[in-house]
Nanobody, 113 residues
Framework: VQLVESGGGLVQPGGSLRLSCAAS????????MSWYRQAPGKERELVAA????????NYADSVKGRFTISRDNAKNTLYLQMNNLKPEDTAVYYC???????WGQGTQVTVSS
C-alpha cells in the first residue's frame, strides 16, 4: 500500500496550492479518503473528507469555503485544492485512507510572506 502526497511548498498569504495523493496497493475507488494536517506542536487534525463515490464531502470549519477535496478514481488520485491560504494553514498535510487507516508520508505547506 502506498499513498504519496505531492504539491506542497511555500506560498504567500492569499495564494493557492493543489495537493495530490497518488494511491496504490488497495482498491482506491472503493475507499473513503481524507486529508489531515499537523502543525508544529499541535495534534493532527482532519481537514476534509470525501466518500468513495465523491458524492459526499465534509470540511473542518477553518477551511470551509477555501479548500475543496476531490478525487479521480480512474487515476487513483485524491486532491486538495487550497485557495486563499493563511499563515495558520502552515502544516504537514497527510493523505489518509479511512477504513484501514493507511497514511501517506506527508507534504509540507508553508504560508508566509
Amino acid at each position: 500500500v502506498q499513498l504519496v502526497e505531492s504539491g506542497g511548498g511555500l506560498v504567500q498569504p492569499g495564494g493557492s496550492l493543489r495537493l495530490s495523493c497518488a494511491a496504490s496497493g488497495f482498491t482506491f475507488r472503493s475507499s473513503d479518503m481524507s486529508w489531515y494536517r499537523q502543525a508544529p506542536g499541535k495534534e493532527r487534525e482532519l481537514v476534509a473528507a470525501i466518500s468513495w463515490t465523491g458524492g459526499n464531502t465534509n470540511y473542518a470549519d477553518s477551511v470551509k469555503g477555501r479548500f475543496t477535496i476531490s478525487r479521480d478514481n480512474a487515476k487513483n488520485t485524491l486532491y486538495l485544492q487550497m485557495n486563499n491560504l493563511k499563515p495558520e494553514d502552515t502544516a504537514v498535510y497527510y493523505c489518509h485512507e479511512r477504513a484501514f487507516g493507511y497514511w501517506g508520508q506527508g507534504t509540507q505547506v508553508t504560508v508566509s510572506s
